[in-house]
């Protein structure tokens, strides 16, 4: 596709329900970046993708939040047992190489 | 506590004025990117910086790379309404790898 697509725009989660926010990266993109962005703050790094291999998972906050891509395209960010805190805005991005990265619109999750 | 400190974190202008962003580290950065962000939306690149000392303008912003790779700046020019939004730098280490972002500059420029 032309941009880089997130779904759904908006997700309203009851404390305990677990939730699956998807990401469909630029076609080609060998990248993909997960971000949590809180209100009011920068984006902080979840986790890396390269193709279908997870290289880095160091920002993912808790063992309750699990990302994969296992083709190498599309890619899920599920977190399980939805607290509180994990209300935030949840940005995917992708490159192809090098130093850009295109942004999705991200997905608003808020945990009630 | 933030790898990349921005500074300031609020810039609250008239139309016309002149304005500088900055951003700080005390790590080195292979590259250093900034980017605009619109409400509801993801940031979009304006530019990526690479060589210490660099220099690059996009019509009225002006952005600096510092010479040891720690640090740089924004400036802009005549600010416009359609300059307002939230600026983030973002620093990466290596190539492709994940980038580290600061806490971001929140810019409403009143007409």
């Known amino acids: 596709g032309a941009g880089v697509s997130q779904s759904p725009r908006y997700k309203v989660a009851k404390r305990g329900q677990d939730v699956a926010l998807r990401c469909d990266p630029i076609?080609?993109?060998?990248?993909l970046f997960w971000y949590q962005q809180a209100l009011g703050q920068g984006p902080e790094f979840l986790t890396y993708?390269?193709?279908?291999?997870?290289?880095?998972k160091s920002g993912l906050p808790s063992d309750r939040f699990f990302a994969e891509r296992p083709e190498g395209s599309v890619s899920t960010l599920k977190i399980q047992r939805t607290q509180q805190e994990d209300s935030a805005v949840y940005l995917c991005?992708?490159?192809?190489?090098?130093?850009?990265?295109?942004f999705g619109s991200g997905t608003r999750l808020t945990v009630v | 506590t933030q790898l990349l400190e921005q500074s300031p974190q609020f810039l609250s202008i008239q139309e016309g004025e002149n304005l500088t962003v900055y951003c700080n580290s005390s790590?080195?950065?292979?590259?250093l990117q900034w980017y605009r962000q619109e409400p509801g939306e993801g940031p979009v690149l304006l530019v990526t910086v690479v060589t210490g000392g660099e220099v690059k303008k996009l019509k009225r912003l002006t952005f600096q790379f510092g010479d040891a790779r720690k640090d740089s700046s924004l400036h802009i020019t005549a600010a416009q309404p359609g300059d307002t939004g939230l600026y983030l730098c973002?620093?990466?280490?290596?190539?492709?790898?994940?980038?580290?972002f600061g806490g971001g500059t929140r810019l409403m420029v009143k007409p």
């Open positions: 076609s080609g993109h060998v990248s």
């Open positions: 790590s080195v950065f292979s590259s």
């Open positions: 991005a992708s490159s192809w190489e090098g130093y850009g990265y295109t």
């Open positions: 973002a620093g990466a280490r290596n190539a492709g790898n994940m980038l580290t």
């Open positions: 993708f390269q193709n279908e291999a997870q290289l880095d």
